[in-house]
Structure formats: C-alpha cells, structure tokens
C-alpha cells in the first residue's frame, strides 16, 4: 500500500491507498518540531482504527510547502516503514508535466501535484484556485503546461490578522453573511472578508481569462473554503477535494520502479 503525505503551512495530510482504493485518510496540524517518533505513535493508531497495519506500508511519497518537516517526515518513512518516500521536487521526480518558468523549483509541491492531476482529470486550458492557507491561482495551458499563477493570503488568514491587529475586532468564522452591508461588527468582518474574497476570485479569474484571450478558461477549485465560495459565483467550474491527494497517487505511479 502507498502512503501518501501532503504536509501543507496549517495541516499535513496522510492518506493510504491500496492500489486505486482509499483506505484512509486522516489528519494533524503541521508542526516541524514533531519527531518521527510522534508522528508514528499517532498515525499507527488512526490507521488501526481502518484495520490498515504498519506492515501493509511498502511504499509513501511526500509533498510539502514547509521545508522544515521534510527531514522528521522522511525519517518516519524510513524507520517505521522501511520505505524510501519519493519527495516531491527532487530533481530525479519526473512531474509529468513542463513548468514554463525561469526558475521551477520557485513553485510549490502542491501547486505542481495539483497541476499533474488537473491535467489528467480536465485536460486544459485551466486555472486551479486552492483555498488554504494562502489562495492559490494556477494556470495550465491547452497542452497541460504550468504556465503560473496569483499568491494570495488565504481568507482564514486575513481574519485572523485582522483579529489580531485590531484590538477591538473578535475572531469569528470566515461565512456568507446574509446582508453585504453588516448591521454590526461581525456581520461587518464577514462581510469585508467574504464578499472581498469573492470580488478577489471574479476578478482574478476576469484578468486571467482577458489576458490569456480566453474568455471560457474554466477554473476547478480546491481546498477547504472551496464549497463556501463555489456556491456565490459561477465563475468556478467544478470543485475537487480530492485534486492533491490524486495528485500524489498518479505522480508515484509516474515514478515508481
């Protein structure tokens, strides 16, 4: 079975598959400082909870945007499974797709995985949106090439840096409010980071269209906020929950010998 690990800024993910079969998926908040050790005495008791063993592991490959859990997340690999994990953007990983950048390993582990399994699921033209802990605007062109994208700071993460810059304004939830204008503080946030958002994807998703010449360029959303905006625009085509994780299952299949 593969174990597939997609370490994000906020949560890592760890998901185990059996051929095209998902027999798990479970996860915990991301913290470099979470030894090896740590990470087995969690995850073997999840993964019991599935009826998965340890030693149904015999192969795993790694995504991550936080370079500083890479070294615990390989060694866990190693020492528990017996398995070297297949890391992506490492030179020797064949992407399965061209990044038409100066510089590609500028470009996230997610952005990529999230690339290949559009490309395969979608075809192209694409632009991805991944909501996490920043907003992610990726582009594929018609031959399934990252052409680039938008980095925007996601919208869990404006709320809380303007809860935590602004002494008399609370944290709350990031939702849909039923009135644009608030008729109080709250309603008020919510709708500054709600309606921006959505202002914020319309009007990226309009740019991105008028300066590609593509006026119908679909755009496939993911990630945990995805649902919330995808239901006040038409702008997104489809969402897909599962885009990394695919990602990382055809990517290993790529590059397993």
């Not at 297949?86 to 999230?114: F, H, K, Y």
């Not at 980095?151 to 939702?175: C, D, F, Q, T, W």
């Not at 997104?236 to 055809?250: P, S």
Request: proline share 4%; with cysteine; net charge negative.
């Amino acid at each position: 079975m593969l174990l597939a690990i997609d370490a994000g800024n906020t949560n890592t993910v760890f998901a185990v598959y059996d051929g095209e079969e998902r027999r798990g998926l479970w996860r915990a908040a991301t913290d470099t400082r979470r030894t090896a050790d740590e990470h087995f005495v969690w995850l073997s008791q999840v993964m019991a909870v599935e009826g998965v063993e340890r030693s149904d592991i015999d192969s795993a490959i790694i995504s991550t945007v936080v370079p500083a859990s890479l070294f615990n997340l390989t060694r866990f690999c190693t020492r528990y499974f017996d398995v070297e994990a297949l890391v992506v953007g490492e030179p020797s990983v064949d992407l399965g797709i061209t990044v038409l950048l100066d510089n590609p390993n500028e470009v996230g582990a997610d952005r990529l995985v999230n690339a290949l399994a559009a490309k395969s699921e979608y075809g192209g033209p694409l632009i991805l949106i991944d909501f996490g802990t920043a907003t992610t605007f990726d582009v594929i062109d018609g031959d399934g090439n990252y052409v680039g994208g938008i980095i925007a700071p996601g919208a869990n993460l404006s709320m809380e840096a303007l809860h935590m810059a602004a002494a008399k304004l609370p944290l709350v939830a990031v939702r849909q409010p039923a009135h644009v204008v608030g008729g109080g503080t709250v309603e008020a946030m919510q709708s500054g980071i709600f309606y921006g958002y959505l202002s914020l994807i319309e009007g990226l998703v309009a740019r991105i269209r008028e300066e590609r010449g593509e006026p119908d360029l679909r755009a496939i959303a993911t990630g945990g906020l995805a649902p919330l905006f995808h239901s006040a625009t038409d702008v997104i085509y489809a969402i897909d929950r599962d885009l990394t994780l695919r990602g990382l299952l055809e990517l290993y299949r790529r590059n397993a010998k």
